[in-house]
C-alpha cells in the first residue's frame, strides 16, 4: 500500500512538472508585469508564406501566410525562447488610397472581422476558427498571444461609417501626418466620449477573447483620451482580469501625429490601466552610454511609481525600425539579445530579426502586375518588415545570429529571477574618455550578480578599459558568458578591451 501511494505521489509530481501553460487560465498580465515575457512581434501574412520560385514575393499559386500554415513554425518560436506573440492586426484591410498591393495591416476596415488574407481556403474552418486554432496551438506550446489594435481606419470605413471619423471645416477626413493610407477616428474627449467607437472597440475586445488571445497592444495609444482607454480596459477586464494591455507610447513622444488629434503621454497611459509601455529604446542606436543609463534608470523609478505593477519593452528595434544589420551591422544586431537578457524589462524582437534579415526585398517600390488594392506598386519601407504586400517569410539565415539569439535568451531563463528581481547598479568606467561610449551595469543579489559591458562605438574598439567593482572579491566565482578571451578579473575591478559594438557578460557567485 506504501509503495502505491508513492507511486501515486511520483505520476502526480512529473504530471505537474511537465505541466504547460494551456490558455484555460490567463497569465499574461502577471508574467508581463514582472519582466517575464519574451516577446516576437509576426504578420501572419507573411510569417510561413512559401515562396516557392525564391523571387521574395508570394505570386498567384504560391501559398501566403494564413493561420493554418502558421503552426508550422511555433516549435520553431519556442525553442528560440520566446514565450510571447505580439501578432500585427488580423483586421480586414482597406483597399482604397492604400499603400501597397495588400494594403497595410494598420489600415483597419472593419474591428470585428477576421482579415480574410490571413485563412486558408482549403480549410473547412471558419476565418474566427483558423485564428483560435492557431492561439490554441500557440498555447500547447507555452506561448502566450498579443492582438494588435490599430489606431486608425482606412478610407473605406470612412466611407461607409463617417460618424466614426474627425473631420475638418469642410467634412474632409483628417489624414495624420504623413500615414497616407488611413484616417482619424473620432474618440472624443476626456469629457466627452464617442459611444459608438466605445463600442466598437469592445466589440473588438470581444472578438479577441473569443478566439482565445490573451492581451492586446495598442497602436499609437497616445492619441486616444485616457477616459476612453479607461473604459475599454475596465471592459476587458471584467471579462477577463489577466488580459493584457501594452501601450505603443514612448516618453520621447511630445505630441500628437495631427492638431485635430487627443494626446495622451506614456505616464496617463499607464494610470489607465495598460501595463506597459515601448519606452524610447529603440534610441539605442543614437544614444551614448550615459543616455542608455540614464533610460533604464528613468524606467525603473517609473514603472515602481504605480500603486499597481507595471513594466516596459525593450524596444530596440520594432516593425516600425529598420533592421539593426543596416545600422551598425552584425556587431549591434548580436548586442541587443545580450542587452534584453540581462535587463529586468521584457525582451521584445520582430519576426527575422534573430536571423539578420534586412528586409530588402528586390522588387521594392517597383510597379505590380497583380494588386489587390488600388496602388500597383510593392509599396514597403525600406529595410522594415513588409506589413503592405503578400511577401517572403522574414528569414535572414544568418546561423550566427540565431544561435547568439538562443544563447542569449536561454542565459535569461536560466536566471529569470535575478534578472527581475535583482539591483540594478550602473559601473564607473574608465579611463573617463572611454566612459561617452562604453556603459556597464550589474544586476546583483546577496548571492551572485550580472556583469554587463558593452562598447556602443561600432566602429572603434576601446582598449585598456577598467570597470570598477568596489565589492568585488578573491572568494568570489566568475565565469565569462559572453565575449573576448582578454578579460582580466580582480579583486575590485575588472580589466578588458572591447571591440567595436562588443559586449561582455559576466556571472560572479559568492565562493
Known amino acids: 500500500m506504501k509503495k502505491r501511494v508513492c507511486l501515486v505521489l511520483l505520476s502526480l509530481f512529473i504530471l505537474s512538472s511537465c505541466a504547460v501553460y494551456s490558455g484555460e487560465n490567463n497569465d499574461l498580465r502577471t508574467l508581463f508585469q514582472n519582466g517575464k515575457s519574451s516577446i516576437l512581434g509576426i504578420n501572419i501574412r507573411?510569417?510561413?508564406?512559401?515562396?516557392?520560385?525564391?523571387?521574395?514575393?508570394?505570386?498567384?499559386g504560391e501559398e501566403r501566410g494564413n493561420f493554418i500554415n502558421a503552426v508550422e513554425r511555433l516549435d520553431e518560436i519556442k525553442n528560440m525562447?520566446?514565450?510571447?506573440?505580439?501578432?500585427?492586426?488580423?483586421?480586414?484591410?482597406?483597399?482604397?488610397?492604400?499603400?501597397?498591393?495588400?494594403?497595410?495591416?494598420?489600415?483597419?476596415?472593419?474591428?470585428?472581422?477576421?482579415?480574410?488574407q490571413l485563412i486558408d481556403k482549403k480549410s473547412e474552418l471558419s476565418p474566427k476558427e483558423q485564428a483560435k486554432y492557431f492561439i490554441t496551438e500557440a498555447h500547447k506550446r507555452g506561448i502566450r498571444v498579443i492582438i494588435d489594435l490599430p489606431s486608425c481606419g482606412s478610407y473605406d470605413l470612412f466611407l461607409t461609417n463617417p460618424e466614426l471619423f474627425i473631420k475638418?471645416?469642410?467634412?474632409?477626413?483628417?489624414?495624420?501626418?504623413?500615414?497616407?493610407?488611413?484616417?482619424?477616428?473620432?474618440?472624443?474627449?476626456?469629457?466627452?466620449?464617442?459611444?459608438?467607437?466605445?463600442?466598437?472597440?469592445?466589440?473588438?475586445?470581444?472578438?479577441?477573447?473569443?478566439?482565445?488571445?490573451?492581451?492586446?497592444?495598442?497602436?499609437?495609444?497616445?492619441?486616444?483620451?485616457?477616459?476612453?482607454?479607461?473604459?475599454?480596459?475596465?471592459?476587458?477586464?471584467?471579462?477577463?482580469?489577466?488580459?493584457?494591455?501594452?501601450?505603443e507610447a514612448s516618453d520621447s513622444w511630445r505630441e500628437p501625429p495631427s492638431r485635430y488629434a487627443?494626446?495622451?503621454?506614456?505616464?496617463?497611459?499607464?494610470?489607465?490601466g495598460f501595463d506597459g509601455y515601448y519606452g524610447s529604446f529603440f534610441n539605442l542606436k543614437e544614444w551614448n552610454a550615459n543616455q542608455f543609463i540614464e533610460h533604464i534608470k528613468f524606467n525603473k523609478k517609473l514603472l515602481s511609481s504605480y500603486s499597481d505593477k507595471k513594466n516596459a519593452i525593450m524596444s530596440f528595434t520594432t516593425h516600425d525600425e529598420i533592421s539593426p544589420i543596416l545600422i551598425h551591422g552584425e556587431k549591434f544586431?548580436?548586442?541587443?539579445?545580450?542587452?534584453?537578457?540581462?535587463?529586468?524589462?521584457?525582451?521584445?524582437?520582430?519576426?527575422?530579426?534573430?536571423?539578420?534579415?534586412?528586409?530588402?526585398?528586390?522588387?521594392?517600390?517597383?510597379?505590380?502586375?497583380i494588386t489587390e488594392t488600388d496602388d500597383d506598386s510593392y509599396f514597403v519601407h525600406r529595410g522594415k518588415l513588409d506589413i503592405f504586400n503578400f511577401s517572403r517569410k522574414p528569414d535572414g539565415k544568418n546561423e550566427f545570429l540565431k544561435e547568439n539569439f538562443k544563447r542569449a535568451y536561454?542565459?535569461?531563463l536560466d536566471n529569470e529571477k535575478l534578472v527581475t528581481e535583482g539591483e540594478f547598479v550602473p559601473l564607473k568606467i574608465l579611463p573617463k574618455e572611454c566612459s561617452e561610449k562604453v556603459f556597464g551595469y550589474e544586476i546583483?543579489?546577496?548571492?551572485?550578480k550580472i556583469i554587463v559591458i558593452g562598447n556602443l562605438d561600432f566602429d572603434n574598439s576601446k582598449d585598456r578599459i577598467i570597470v570598477k567593482l568596489p565589492k568585488l572579491k578573491k572568494t568570489e566565482k566568475a565565469e565569462i558568458i559572453h565575449g573576448n578571451n582578454n578579460i582580466r578579473i580582480k579583486p575590485k575591478k575588472i580589466s578588458t578591451s572591447l571591440g567595436a559594438g562588443e559586449i561582455i557578460v559576466i556571472k560572479i557567485k559568492k565562493g
Do not use: C
Request: no cysteine; net charge negative.
Open 46 to 60: 507573411n510569417f510561413n508564406s512559401k515562396d516557392l520560385n525564391g523571387n521574395e514575393i508570394i505570386d498567384e
Open 81 to 116: 525562447g520566446i514565450n510571447t506573440l505580439h501578432v500585427l492586426p488580423i483586421t480586414p484591410t482597406g483597399k482604397l488610397k492604400a499603400l501597397g498591393t495588400a494594403g497595410s495591416l494598420y489600415a483597419i476596415s472593419g474591428f470585428t472581422e477576421i482579415n480574410t
Open 168 to 247: 475638418d471645416d469642410k467634412m474632409t477626413s483628417i489624414v495624420p501626418t504623413d500615414w497616407t493610407d488611413v484616417r482619424l477616428l473620432n474618440t472624443g474627449d476626456n469629457s466627452n466620449l464617442n459611444q459608438d467607437l466605445i463600442n466598437i472597440h469592445k466589440k473588438f475586445i470581444d472578438m479577441v477573447l473569443e478566439i482565445g488571445a490573451d492581451g492586446i497592444r495598442a497602436d499609437v495609444a497616445t492619441i486616444k483620451p485616457y477616459t476612453f482607454w479607461v473604459e475599454i480596459i475596465n471592459y476587458a477586464r471584467s471579462k477577463d482580469p489577466e488580459f493584457m494591455f501594452l501601450a
Open 262 to 272: 487627443e494626446f495622451t503621454p506614456y505616464d496617463k497611459l499607464l494610470e489607465s
Open 333 to 369: 544586431s548580436a548586442m541587443i539579445p545580450w542587452l534584453e537578457a540581462t535587463l529586468p524589462f521584457n525582451p521584445y524582437s520582430i519576426d527575422g530579426f534573430y536571423s539578420g534579415d534586412s528586409y530588402i526585398y528586390p522588387w521594392a517600390n517597383t510597379e505590380a502586375k
Open 410 to 412: 536561454k542565459f535569461r
Open 444 to 448: 546583483a543579489n546577496p548571492y551572485e
